[in-house]
Nanobody, 112 residues
Framework: QVQLVESGGGLVQAGGSLRLSCAAS????????MRWYRQAPGKEREFVAG????????NHADSVKGRFTISRDNAKNTVYLQLNSLKPEDTAIYYC?????WGQGTQVTVSS
């Protein structure tokens, strides 16, 4: 059974940084593109960043481009999201996903 477990969220001041991790188990992680999404209170879930199976190609939403960076380590079955220059509007629950599988999310709260 596929399981995705996010970690690394927390409370940080504006301008700060966090590194989110998503550990995968029970599936063929290294064969799939991975994505990060986020959902803020009262808003729909939105795409944040994606990375192809090998890590050679990435894309980021315009709202986070230049501040967030997605990466992966297939040997560890883990995908990362580095969050820099955080803003209060980045406050959300962050989820990782591949195929039809989702993690439970990790909360990121940015104070002004």
């Amino acid at each position: 059974q596929v399981q995705l477990v996010e970690s690394g969220g927390g409370l940080v001041q504006a301008g700060g940084s966090l590194r989110l991790s998503c550990a995968a188990s029970g599936g063929t992680f290294s064969m799939y593109d991975m994505r990060w999404y986020r959902q803020a209170p009262g808003k729909e879930r939105e795409f944040v960043a994606g990375i192809n199976w090998s890590g050679s190609r990435t894309n980021h939403a315009d709202s986070v481009k230049g501040r967030f960076t997605i990466s992966r380590d297939n040997a560890k079955n883990t995908v990362y999201l580095q969050l820099n220059s955080l803003k209060p509007e980045d406050t959300a629950i962050y989820y990782c996903s591949y195929a039809s599988h989702w993690g439970q999310g990790t909360q990121v709260t940015v104070s002004s």
